[in-house]
């Protein structure tokens, strides 16, 4: 039996660029494809979330992250 993945959505909007998502991604993307998380994570862009005081914005299963670093959103990750 395959094992669900964690759906992480990352804004693509232009104000969650300025802020890093591209960087954060990129570092998040290098996080989970380490064991024991590879193959755990799927990562979604998505289009700008309308949340962009807040930027870099990401969405963890159900948990919304704002003005997140990769450390936070792995800590969530790992909790879901």
């Not at 998502?21 to 989970?32: D, G, M, P, R």
């Not at 289009?47 to 990769?70: E, Q, W």
């Amino acid at each position: 039996m395959k094992h669900s993945r964690k759906l992480i959505f990352v804004c693509n909007g232009s104000d969650c660029k300025k802020e890093g998502a591209k960087k954060l991604y990129k570092e998040l993307k290098e996080l989970t494809d380490v064991p024991p998380l590879k193959g755990t994570c799927k990562f979604i862009k998505t289009k700008c979330m309308d949340m962009c005081k807040t930027a870099p914005n990401l969405i963890v299963g159900d948990h919304f992250c704002k003005s997140t670093t990769a450390e936070k959103v792995m800590a969530q990750v790992k909790k879901s």
